[in-house]
């Protein structure tokens, strides 16, 4: 069989959970929360699931919108046309396809940071586009190099991509960084997309900065959100893509070929739930409290724990433990020790040789002090 793909692998959250699953490992490597939603979203569900079980509208169940309009509305302190400016899709992993697929052309450039999340190269080139990858730096905080990105946009990018709070290395953005990017692309045709899945997980009393937040940027921004991450809900596969009426339009276009609409009964049950604000705010403090809970285990270590400003994963630097490469380690460590990570050169074009794991802090306590306990002794 002539493979179209002949050279895409499975993904790495794919494979190492099941290396995981097969040696009974702790599985810190696909990130989800090692624990379930709340009760009251159950019940919400159980309630929604009489009487709303056929196809929803394409962009969205329309009091779903308009939760999702009155809390971005809520956190950003903006207005978001309900009714033109969001579209409900199966996860971000769709929105992010849709939005490259709405708008590359055959021999476009799409500029992404690397390590960068594995969704996006593979859409970009699914597209036909051709996708630019820049490198951040371990040694500077996994800053971006704004002078490399001005020096990287040629007439053929049409799109950017951003991620803050960053997966694979948990560094966020500041108000700066959403300056400069405004900067390079004024008067330009490029558009961004934003991937801000961990919006609600930011730590140590910092802001999450959307691009939402810069009229320079939001005119051409498609926001690509998640409630998995949000509600302990990565199985529901339920996110969102907010942009402005023009990329809506035709980010519809694609969605509706795609999976045309979202599950019904979930729709109504987190607009219930989405009303309430403290069910996400108090989600930075909660994994903040693991966050430093895992940390604090490895105080004395020979691990060198890099700075994990949002998201759950912590990123940690194992050169004085080993000279194998991630890949290598990762999969020896889920054998060996029994605990599974994730090796971040997997999220680059050019792996600069880097001796860094990525670890999902998402877990109930006991699984975390656990692992650590068994990473220590190495
Ligand atoms: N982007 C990033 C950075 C992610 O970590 C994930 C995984 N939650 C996604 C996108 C995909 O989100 P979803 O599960 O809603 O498709
Ligand atoms: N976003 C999750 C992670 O980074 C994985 C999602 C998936 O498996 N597709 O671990």
Redesign the pocket.
């Known amino acids: 069989f002539p493979s179209k793909q002949a050279q895409v692998q499975t993904t790495i959250f794919t494979r190492m959970s099941a290396l995981a699953a097969e040696h009974g490992a702790l599985n810190l490597s696909q ?2 929360p090692g624990f379930d939603c709340s009760e009251e979203l159950q019940a919400l569900l159980a309630f929604y699931s009489k009487g709303h079980n056929q196809y929803a509208p394409m962009a969205g169940v329309p009091v779903f919108k308009q939760s999702i309009a009155d809390k971005t509305c809520l956190f950003y302190g903006i207005d978001i046309d309900a009714n033109k400016e969001v579209t409900v ?8 396809f849709c939005a490259i697929h709405c708008c590359v052309f055959p021999g476009d450039e799409v500029i992404m940071f690397d390590p960068s ?1 594995d ?1 996006y190269d593979p859409a970009v080139r699914l597209a036909g586009g051709i996708p630019i990858h820049l490198s951040m730096d371990a040694q500077n905080g996994f800053q971006i190099d704004w002078e490399g990105l001005a020096r990287s946009i040629t007439p053929k990018t049409r799109a950017i991509m951003v ?1 803050s ?4 290395t948990g560094s966020i953005w500041t108000e700066n960084d959403l300056d400069a990017l405004a900067e390079i692309v004024k008067g330009t045709n490029i558009l961004i997309i934003s ?1 801000e ?2 919006e609600h997980i930011v730590f140590d009393g910092k802001k999450h900065y959307s691009v939402l937040l810069h009229p320079e940027l939001r005119q051409r921004s498609f926001v ?6 949000t509600y302990h809900i ?1 199985g529901w ?3 969102y893509c907010l942009a402005p009426e023009y990329l809506t339009k035709e980010f519809q276009k694609l969605h509706q070929w795609v999976t045309f609409s979202s599950a019904t009964p979930l729709q109504h049950a987190l607009s219930d739930y989405l009303k309430e604000p403290d069910h996400y705010l108090g989600l930075s403090n909660f994994y903040q409290r693991k966050r430093d809970l895992f940390a604090s285990a490895f105080e004395g270590s020979k691990w060198k724990l890099l700075p994990s400003h949002g ?1 759950f994963f912590q990123c940690m630097d194992y050169r004085e433990i080993s000279d194998e490469k991630d890949v290598d380690l990762a999969e020896r460590l889920t054998k060996e020790i029994k605990v599974a990570s994730i090796p971040i050169s997997v999220f680059y074009e050019k792996a600069p040789g880097d001796t860094i794991l990525r670890f999902c802090f998402a877990k109930s306590d006991e699984v975390l002090l656990e692992a650590a306990h068994r990473l220590v002794q190495l």
């Not at 709070?165 to 694979?168: A, F, I, K, M």
């Not at 690509?224 to 991450?229: L, Q, R, T, V």
């Open positions: 990130g989800f899709v199966s996860g971000a992993t769709e929105a992010l999340y969704a991620n709070p960053h997966n694979p991937d899945v961990y690509c959100g998640s409630f998995g991450k990565t596969k339920i996110g998201s």
